[in-house]
């Protein structure tokens, strides 16, 4: 764990650490509610980026407060109806054809975004169609929530093209804020993994060794970091967190440094992913047919049908 700590000024822990990040993720004290935002920097930090991850002044589902009305709800419905698909996906049904053969080799290094895209999309909207513009939104928001780069933020405020991509995003879903998520900042953790995926395919002693579920596993990539603040002091080997405290804690390096769907997901936490199930056999699926193009052929049923259906 590190501390930058300059009262008034800043008050920053970042952690980069597998089992801090955990304990961290389970205290009932450290909440996504960001309601002191007295300390300079920090506030300026969570007003830019909270910014960005919000559509009408509603908070996207990754930084709603744990006691937000319906999020526990609604995180919930989500997670049962995508592990009623998993099933599904993990066989490698035709809709991930045009993923699979990415892996194969076909098309060029960088073209898995929009096809990433257009399966998540269509976990939310029947007739979703991901365009060159709905994936340059996504590009677009994904860049601009990691930016450290001042100069970045300023012209992406001033040339006003952050609010338009939300927009477009949203009128693909129907309002929907966690599928804003899915197709606008939580596919990037997919993209890399399927970009992995196709380098690893490339070889082909990996290629003929690797299970789905390794081929899964090695191919699972944690959101970059997540946000924390406590709601009461809270101790810590640096010192006091105070309700001013930023935590800025790095999923995806502390994945890298000890891998886990557990730690990927927030497993166990009361902020665990509700795709934990559905991305890991998204992953095994691309895998299956990548590996064996000619023996699938069956489809996903569409978002409209019976799940008991589509698990089929
Ligand atoms: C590799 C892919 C993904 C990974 C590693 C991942 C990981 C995570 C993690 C760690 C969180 C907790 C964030 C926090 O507590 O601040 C989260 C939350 C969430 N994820 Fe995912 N996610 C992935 C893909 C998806 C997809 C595809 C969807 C939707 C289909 C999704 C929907 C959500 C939602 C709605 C939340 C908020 C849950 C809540 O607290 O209410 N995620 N995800």
Redesign the pocket.
Known sequence: MNRTHIPGLVDIVTSEDATEIEAF?QDPNID?AFADRSILTNGQILQRVLGILQIDGKP?????P?SAPG??E??DA?WNR?NALAPAYSTGPDELESLAAFVRGSGADDSCGILVQQV?GR??APEFQATEASWNAALLLDKAVHTLNPALSAWLDLTDQIDPAKQLLSNMVGGD???V??IGF??H??V??VNLMRQIYGDSASRTALSPETAGTKC????VN???QPTAPVDSVSGVLETGTLLILG?QAANDNAPGANL???RG????????Q??PAL?QGIWRRACNPQTQNQSIASPNDDASGAAG
């Open positions: 993720a996504r996207l589902p990754t930084v709603a744990r999020r526990a609604a995180q989500l995508l998540v976990l939310f804020l966690a599928a998520h899915a939580a596919l953790n997919i890399s993994g699972l990539f944690a959101p997540i946000l924390r999923l990927a997901f927030l936490t009361w902020s665990q992913c509700p795709a934990e559905w991305v992953l």
